[in-house]
């Protein structure tokens, strides 16, 4: 699942809860539209048992960057 929604991601997050807790899916999610935007992202994957990865994508022309979070289920409850 990929979520880009500009600010909602953590919102979109909540209502998959089902989903996320029953089917597991590998989860990509954009994370830099507010401060703490990334931290509440990865609190609420981690507390859902996904292993969070962070990755900071450079916009050269832009001379900033772009954060998102790969979230895969972790294995037998056990995260690395």
Do not use: M
């Not at 209502?15 to 899916?25: I, R, S």
């Amino acid at each position: 699942i990929k979520i880009d929604t500009e600010g909602y991601e953590i919102n979109v997050l909540k209502g998959a809860k089902y989903t996320l807790e029953h089917y597991k899916p590998k989860v990509l999610v954009a994370s830099y539209h507010y401060p703490n935007e990334l931290t509440e992202i990865v609190d609420f994957l981690s507390a859902k048992g996904f292993h969070c990865y962070v990755y900071r994508v450079p916009l050269t022309l832009q001379r900033t960057s772009e954060t998102y979070v790969y979230a895969e289920p972790c294995q037998q409850n056990l995260c690395v």
